[in-house]
């Protein structure tokens, strides 16, 4: 009896052993797992144009977070566009504790995350602003292009777009609701961006005199040196009358550095940017705008 309680206790003990060791694998193996996932979703950010930027981002932030990844360790692929995806796989080797008694003195925990970068086809925190695709500084590849510009916040009419008068580039950002939105809520769109997912589509403008209103313009003042995101229109304007209506095709990071004048005009400073989103990928982004703003999201 007495070898049998003995016997019986070592098994016990080596159980109990290896799961306490196999629980603190499993606690380490989902901590690795986070980091591969956050070393994929930063090198993500530089795709499609710049993968060697996205690799050595991957590298830098798993090297900040413990390390486990090497050049060797990372891929780039393409899932939908050229260079759109990185893969990472990232080996750490982890302790064994209780185990040792058995032989067992580590083991090696691998763990993988791909992240994808595509254009948006509904953007989250959108501004109220829309700037035109035909602007010449869309046109770069990549776009768009870099240096200082200005947003001419005129009347509509001066655009050549008379049925359009009285008019600014001024959005209600809820689809199909006819230009109805009060002042309050524009500053609020413009401070914080739209509460609410923005899908490509037509949408209404709102009265050009509430871009010369004091909230409106005291946001704007708010609003210097951080960067927005902007709707693109692609004109004509769909529609005449006080309330025009735009084709929204896509969408513009903006990095607003001032504003000025009044009255019938106005100007928004600062430079376009490429944008990181928050919102959902499009399915077929080839087809699709693109104004440099893109949505990364893990897929494995």
């Keep these: 009896m007495l070898v049998l309680t003995v016997v019986g206790l070592i098994a016990l003990l080596g159980i109990s052993g290896f799961a306490i060791d196999l629980g603190t694998w499993y606690r380490q193996q989902r901590t690795e797992q986070a980091a591969a996932d956050a070393a994929a979703l930063a090198g993500a950010q530089a795709l499609p144009d710049d993968p060697e930027t996205a690799r050595a981002d991957a590298l830098a932030y798993a090297d900040a977070n413990g390390g486990g990844l090497t050049a060797d360790d990372i891929t780039i692929g393409s899932d939908r566009v050229p260079n759109d995806t990185i893969s990472v796989r990232v080996g750490k080797s982890a302790p064994a504790v209780f185990t040792k008694l058995f032989g067992l003195t580590s ?166 940017t490429r944008f990181i989103a928050q919102g959902l990928q499009a399915s077929n982004p080839g087809s699709q705008s693109d104004f440099g703003v893109r949505a990364v999201q893990l897929v494995q």
Excluded at 157 to 164: C, E, Q, T
Excluded at 175 to 204: F, K, N
């Design 107 to 272: 083991v090696t925990i691998h763990t993988r995350a791909a992240a994808r970068s595509d254009g948006v086809s509904s953007a989250d925190y959108v501004a109220p602003v829309a700037v035109s695709s035909e602007h010449p500084m869309l046109g770069c590849t990549p776009p768009p292009c870099e240096g200082a510009t200005e947003l001419d916040m005129v009347d509509l009419k001066a655009k050549g777009s008379p049925d359009a008068a009285g008019n600014f580039t001024l959005l209600d950002l809820r689809i199909g609701a006819g230009g109805a939105v009060g002042q309050s809520t524009l500053v609020d769109w413009l401070e914080h961006g739209y509460d609410q997912s923005m899908p490509l589509g037509v949408y209404t403008s709102v009265p050009g005199a509430m871009f010369n209103g004091a909230g409106f313009r005291a946001a704007l003042a708010s609003r210097v040196g951080s960067e927005v995101l902007f709707p693109v229109y692609k004109p004509p304007i769909v529609k005449s009358g006080s309330n025009a209506e735009f084709n929204i095709v896509g969408w513009v990071g903006f990095k607003i550095t001032g504003s000025s004048g009044g009255g019938n005009s106005g100007t928004v400073l600062g430079s376009f």
